[in-house]
């Protein structure tokens, strides 16, 4: 409860710094004359880019049917804003998906496999958008931004190749990890699995590229309806930036937090404080989108899972 209030509290605070620096009334101004062409096309990209969210997990998850994975993932749209971030979001979609596999031990060694191969495909289209990019940024700057996405890159990859190693004394520590000692070696079992097959690895961090260059295609779309010209090299850096900023469980939904950060970046490109607002808004709005068709489908009964012969497991709920 405790730390929900705080993140309750951040949220405020932060949405009153951005509302202090700018016009509240000029941002929404700009959304709302948004032109219907751009909000349709906006949402069409944000749903396919959660597509391809789901198809970049049935690379992990091959016997599971594509229909339950967007299902799931739409469900982690939903349970991230109620649950207050990514992480609740991802631990939600873990467990619908685990209730409706036949190995659920698998689920969870998937589930974090993907979220480790999804920021280093992140971290590659940042970095590569850097090296392009020439006008907008000093070579200061990029060779700088470039060691860190690179230091995060390599510790990451560090952390993958272990990852099955390391992941079984940190949870053993965990209160009640006696009772868990069969799932978590099942859980670390799954890992080695992955972990040895490294093509697998490589195409899921190929599917981690497209999803962000999807997010870029929508602030890209978005911005240029609100009147922001930037190209697209410069979009990958600054969402890339925000993406891994959104990663701090600080606010609620990462609302406040995003505005911020869009404010605090763009304007370093001669964007107004009321455009970037205008574009973190939007950005909001695709994400309430989400969550009212996760919303809707949690209350919806599911559909029978497509399992193998032998399954015994409960549909999902």
């Not at 900023?245 to 995003?258: D, E």
Request: glycine share 10%; with cysteine; charged share 10%.
């Amino acid at each position: 409860m405790m730390k929900s209030l705080a993140k309750i509290g951040i949220t405020v605070a932060l949405i009153v710094v951005v509302a202090l620096r700018a016009g509240v009334w000029d941002a929404l101004d700009r959304v709302l004359s948004l032109l219907p062409s751009v909000l349709l096309a906006s949402a069409a990209l944000y749903l396919l880019a959660l597509a391809v969210q789901s198809v970049k997990l049935r690379v992990l998850l091959p016997e599971c049917p594509f229909s339950l994975l967007f299902r799931v993932t739409m469900l982690g749209q939903f349970y991230g804003l109620v649950l207050f971030g990514q992480v609740g979001g991802d631990i939600a979609r873990t467990v619908c998906l685990a209730r409706a596999c036949d190995d659920p031990h698998k689920v969870v060694a998937a589930s974090l496999f993907d979220r480790i191969t999804g920021l280093i495909g992140l971290l590659i289209l940042t970095m590569a958008s850097l090296w392009l990019e020439t006008d907008h940024f000093s070579t200061g700057l990029r060779l700088t931004m470039a060691f860190l996405c690179g230091g995060i890159g390599l510790a990451l990859a560090a952390l993958l190749l272990p990852l099955h190693r390391l992941l079984a004394p940190v949870l053993a520590r965990l209160p009640f990890a006696d009772r868990w000692s069969g799932h978590l070696e099942r859980v670390r079992t799954a890992l080695t699995t992955f972990v040895a097959r490294p093509r697998l690895a490589m195409l899921s961090i190929l599917w981690g590229v497209v999803f962000q260059a999807m997010v870029v295609a929508i602030c890209a779309v978005l911005g240029a309806g609100i009147g922001i010209d930037l190209p697209p090299t410069v979009w990958a850096v600054v969402m890339g930036v925000l993406s891994l900023v959104l990663l701090a469980p600080v606010s609620v939904g990462g609302v406040g937090l995003r505005d911020v950060t869009l404010v605090g970046m763009l304007a370093g490109f001669g964007v107004s404080a009321d455009a970037a607002f205008a574009l973190s808004l939007t950005l909001l709005g695709l994400q309430l989108l989400g969550g009212a068709i996760g919303g809707v489908l949690s209350l919806m009964p599911p559909a029978a899972p497509q399992a193998a012969p032998s399954s015994n497991c409960p549909p999902s709920h």
